[in-house]
Antibody, heavy 119, light 110 residues
Framework: QVQLVQSGAEVKKPGASVKVSCKASGYTFTSYYMHWLRQAPGQGLEWMGIIFSSGSTSYAQKFQGRVTMTRDTSTSTVYMELSSLSSDDTAVYYC?????????????WGQGTLVTVSS | QSALTQPPSVSGSPGQSVTISCTGTSSDVGGYNRVSWYQQPPGTAPKVMIFDVNNRPSGVPDRFSGSKSGNAASLTISGLQAEDEAYYYCSSYTSSSTYVFGTGTKVTVL
């Protein structure tokens, strides 16, 4: 069955960077798009960007220049790195799969990774 | 890109129907039939309930239905059940080739 398993919780200081991983299994990794989203405590969902099946990426304007999404096809893992962290980046970060190209929705989600930014 | 507007909360008794609205603009909800709805019980990851305005993924009860008119979409839960108590978020594809989510609605089963 499809599974997305994310890395564990992180605590970072302001100005640092964080890299969250998402290991996929149960499907052909290179055939699907993967999205990254986040949810601040008590807040709604926020879309951060996408890594396409080709490996190319597209980011929300808000995160341009600060986020990098990559993948390792040998381990079926996608990564999201966010730099210049501030307390506003404290959130649960999710990876989520788009079920086929041009589906425009997300069918499987990782369990979430809590990133806490605190001095 | 501003978040789509949803009511903070709706409630209903078991067996009743509730409807959640999701208001956007012509650059998102009004411009594309790419509206989806997600259910999120506290402390868990979201689950898709509706995609492409009114389509249900396999396994989602037919008590859940979606619609759209102009720049607004809606999710209706008919025959409300205790297990439906959760937060619900709408989402839309946008003219910027990005995605925008709603502010979220807490559904309470009385």
């Amino acid at each position: 069955q499809v599974q997305l398993v994310q890395s564990g919780a992180e605590v970072k200081k302001p100005g640092a960077s964080v890299k969250v991983s998402c290991k996929a299994s149960g499907y052909t990794f290179t055939s699907y798009y993967m999205h990254w989203l986040r949810q601040a405590p008590g807040q709604g969902l926020e879309w951060m960007g996408i890594i396409f099946s080709s490996g190319s990426t597209s980011y929300a304007q808000k995160f341009q220049g600060r986020v990098t999404m990559t993948r390792d096809t040998s381990t079926s893992t996608v990564y999201m790195e966010l730099s210049s962290l501030s307390s506003d980046d404290t959130a649960v970060y999710y990876c989520a799969r788009e079920p086929h190209s041009g589906a425009y929705y997300l069918d499987y989600w990782g369990q979430g990774t809590l990133v806490t930014v605190s001095s | 890109q501003s978040a789509l507007t949803q009511p903070p909360s709706v409630s209903g008794s078991p067996g009743q129907s509730v409807t959640i609205s999701c208001t956007g603009t012509s650059s998102d909800v009004g411009g594309y039939n790419r509206v989806s709805w997600y259910q999120q019980p506290p402390g868990t990851a979201p689950k898709v309930m509706i995609f492409d305005v009114n389509n249900r993924p396999s396994g989602v009860p037919d008590r859940f239905s979606g619609s759209k008119s102009g720049n607004a979409a809606s999710l209706t839960i008919s025959g409300l059940q205790a297990e439906d108590e959760a937060y619900y978020y709408c989402s839309s594809y946008t003219s910027s080739s990005t995605y925008v989510f709603g502010t979220g609605t807490k559904v309470t089963v009385l």
